[in-house]
């Protein structure tokens, strides 16, 4: 066999790829496989891709991480500032200074105050069940027509 996959091809060689009969000289113009320096990658075709993605893939995310940086600083910035401005509110003179700050209380009050919210998040819909263990306890299925109807006991009462 005497031929290589595209992917085998150096994307930066001035010349067209020869990937099917490379060491037929007389299969090409010009060309002598021996002598003359291949436009195919001379590492190996999975080493050489390897590198190349690699170097888009670190470009890439150094640009992503120069975006996040760059939008981290504005949205710090912009919590001074809208801190500051609560402020001068607050003591109704538009001519005073004031101060910023990011955080109203530590970090780890903050933490906390936050983990507390995303707990109780689907705590909305729940049913009490501290009372008697059950909420279907003092209740039952009575035929209405054509409808069941539930009916329950008034607390207190077993």
């Known amino acids: 066999m005497d031929g290589v996959p595209f992917s085998c091809c150096n994307t930066f060689s001035p010349r067209p790829c020869i990937q099917q009969q490379i ?27 390897l590198e190349y993605y690699n170097h888009i893939m670190q470009s890439i995310g ?5 975006t996040w940086l760059f939008e981290l600083s504005v949205l710090t910035g912009v919590r ?7 402020n001068v509110l607050r003591q109704g003179d538009p001519n005073c200074e004031s101060d910023g700050w990011l955080l109203e209380n530590s970090f780890i009050e903050t933490a906390r105050i936050n983990l507390n919210i995303i707990k109780n998040l689907g705590k909305c819909n729940q049913i009490d ?20 109807a539930r009916q329950c006991a008034p607390e207190g009462n077993t």
Not at 133 to 138: A, K, T, V
């Open 80 to 86: 001074f500032l809208q801190t500051s401005l609560e």
């Open 23 to 49: 060491t037929n000289n007389s299969a090409h113009f010009n060309y002598e496989h021996q002598t003359e320096q291949l436009n195919l990658w001379m590492k190996g075709c999975r080493q050489a891709l």
């Open 129 to 148: 069940t501290a009372n008697n263990g059950d909420p279907n306890i003092n209740c039952s299925l009575h035929l209405k027509g054509t409808l069941w």
């Open 62 to 66: 150094l640009t992503v991480l120069i």
